[in-house]
């Protein structure tokens, strides 16, 4: 760069530390988010504007997208938008900079239409990420070449305004980059300041006068978009790629947290009052972890201290701590932003990123009726609990902040409440791909007022969170065949001595179920489900009855006892809470023997659960079975 080039950068990034946004507007779908800030300024007639998003694409490609100022697609974007109105681009030679000039459109019966004519300079940042600053035209050193551009465009059916701003291009990963857009605009002419704020911000968030949401009860925000709004969403489009990847991709690169003794004195308070929840004393066991509108997770653990609101749900993630850390962090993420929407929570945004482990986020939370929606603005803070010697531990500490960020504008105009919220995750490394995982919270925290009935009624959206952070990692038939490959091992390699009780056990077995002890003709054929699955029944004297089934199984005799043996694997105890099932559990007398516990709901009223308790036995035959 030239030293008109580097002075110009510099004077641009002092111009926009001046910018102090103080209104946060969101526009937030599945796919993307762009966080508009807006600060108007005085009667003078200039505004202040700031925009961020996060694009899915390296900031090289973003800045060479903004570069090419007529590129086919941004024209084709001029055209539908602005008509056949001016737009003009020159690069200078040997240089980072280059010379322009659009027209912006305005209603006639409002204003004229405008024209901005400036000059952008690009430069590379030692992180890695890129500037792209923009100055009115008249600001370039050479006078003579500001005189060719304007006699290469007539401007004078136009009046001209003026506007000054600045690209911030940050790489968040090798494909994700976040941009922030910076601007000061004085568009000239005496236009009422309402006209001008209604093309500059957006509308404000009304679910009543809205049409009718998508997804249900889900309420759209409805946009007078800005030009800078325009711009990000337009990349956002461009770039766009499948959410699951682009949330992978920000986990992997999520910087390790720090420990816990290294915390600022303010982040300390917070994080030792979110920590002593993990001590709260429980004294009833929610059984199957309770969802809205699903049968609940056998593989989540949940209780409840009534005398203090305190819920606590445990399980055991497929991912290690670091990574269970970086999914909570992200809290604006793609797919945690999807879910939401699914809950029907219409609102969540980061009003303030101090550290990647450091953020203030808010979320407007739906509560049962009577009762209001709730607001929380939260401070979540991560570091690292573990000392030298013990399994790596990560918490992560939330705390509403109410007080200090009270006045923001997140343009939802329906009634709220503040509402105040602590919380604790704690994640155990157990291996290189298996954590511990555990969530404790305070349900309906200082809301005295609120019926115990109607507080439990939480409790199920609060459990989700714990069922998506599991069910994003989750690996259960990876896992079950590893667990299955190990019993094979045993099976094949590890002869078995079995008890005179249990050699009776096997003997009493075949004489009740054998075919060699049965007539073939005393089964009766029932028509299942599977073709290749050949089903009959027997009913006895005594009104029990013999079900038997035979099919041929693509796999080695071994893994086929091994998955009859594994009834508390994952694929099984889904399978079971489906059918209606309580309680599943499997104890292991030795390598060929286990006590099977199950307790199913029979769904029919008046009538208990049915419990069965039984021995589960393997054994090779003589003749190889």
């Known amino acids: 760069m ?33 966080h508009k800030f807006f600060d108007q300024v005085g009667s003078d007639g200039v505004h202040k504007g700031m925009a961020r998003a996060v694009v899915d694409t390296s900031a090289i490609r973003v800045l060479a997208w903004l570069w090419l100022f007529s590129s086919h697609s941004r024209v084709k974007a001029h055209i539908q938008a602005d008509g056949n109105l001016v737009r003009y681009f020159e690069e200078v030679e040997n240089s980072h900079s280059s010379l322009g000039v659009v027209g912006k459109k305005f209603q006639s019966h409002v204003a004229s239409n405008r024209v901005f004519c400036g000059w952008s300079v690009w430069a590379r940042e030692k992180d890695g990420g890129y500037l792209l600053a923009n100055v009115p035209l008249e600001e370039y050193h050479d006078a003579d070449k500001v005189a060719v551009v304007r006699r290469k465009v007539d401007t004078k059916q136009f009046v001209e305004g003026f506007g000054r701003g600045l690209w911030i291009l940050k790489p968040l990963s090798g494909g994700v980059c976040d941009i922030t857009f910076i601007q000061q605009i004085d568009v000239m002419g005496r236009i009422p300041h309402k006209i001008v704020s209604a093309a500059l911000k957006p509308a404000a968030l009304n679910p009543a006068a809205l049409n009718p949401p998508t997804p249900p009860n889900i309420p759209q925000v409805n946009y007078k978009l800005s030009y800078n709004l325009d711009v990000m969403k337009d990349m956002q489009s461009q770039y766009l790629r499948n959410g699951k990847e682009v949330d992978a991709e920000l986990r992997e690169v999520y910087p390790l947290p720090p420990y816990a003794s290294n915390l600022s004195a303010e982040q300390t308070d917070i994080y030792e009052r979110c920590v002593q929840l993990l001590s709260t004393a429980d004294n009833t066991t929610i059984p199957g972890a309770p969802i809205v509108g699903k049968k609940g997770s056998p593989f989540i653990k949940v209780t409840l201290s009534t005398s203090t609101r305190t819920l606590r749900a445990t399980t055991e993630l497929d991912c290690d701590a670091t990574t269970a850390m970086a999914w909570l962090a992200d809290y604006t993420g793609r797919e945690r932003t999807r879910l939401m929407l699914e809950e029907g929570d219409p609102l969540r945004l980061l009003v303030e990123e101090k550290s990647p482990h450091d953020k203030v986020v808010l979320r407007i939370r739906r509560f049962p009726a009577p009762f209001t929606q709730r607001l929380y603005v939260v401070r979540c803070i991560v570091a690292q609990q573990s000392m030298r010697n013990d399994p790596l531990t990560y918490c992560m500490a939330c705390e509403s902040v109410p007080k200090a960020y009270g006045n923001v504008d997140h343009a939802y ?6 509402g105040t919220y602590r919380s604790i995750s704690q994640a155990t490394l157990l291996d290189d791909s298996r954590c511990a995982f555990t969530y404790v919270t305070q349900l309906a925290l200082n809301e005295t007022c609120m019926p115990s009935f109607f507080w439990k009624q939480l409790i199920p959206s609060f459990v ?33 001595t079995y008890s005179s009780e249990e050699e009776a056990k096997f003997k009493e077995v075949l004489a009740s179920v054998s075919a060699e002890h049965i007539a073939e003709d005393a089964f009766v054929d029932l028509h299942g489900p599977d073709n290749f699955v050949h089903m009959s029944l027997l009913v006895q004297q005594n009104e029990s009855g013999v079900q038997r089934a035979i099919a041929e199984i693509d796999t080695s005799v071994e893994e086929c006892a091994c998955w009859e043996m594994g009834q508390v694997n994952r694929r099984h105890l889904t399978q079971f809470m489906k059918e209606g099932g309580v309680e599943r559990r499997l104890t292991k007398v030795s390598d060929h023997e286990g006590l099977f516990h199950v307790v199913y709901e029979l769904g029919v009223a008046g009538l208990k659960p049915r419990e069965w308790v039984c021995s589960m036995m393997w054994k090779w035959m003589v003749d190889g079975r």
């Open 413 to 418: 105009n329906s009634p709220l409440v503040t």
């Open 2 to 34: 030239n030293r008109y080039e580097s002075q110009l950068i510099r004077e641009t990034r002092a111009f926009a530390t001046m910018v102090e946004p103080v209104r946060l507007r969101t526009h937030l779908s599945e796919t993307s988010a762009v």
């Open 464 to 496: 989700k969170r714990v069922m998506d952070l599991r069910g994003t990692f989750q690996r259960d038939d990876e896992v079950d065949k590893r667990e299955r490959l190990k019993m094979v091992e045993v099976l094949k390699n590890q002869p078995q």
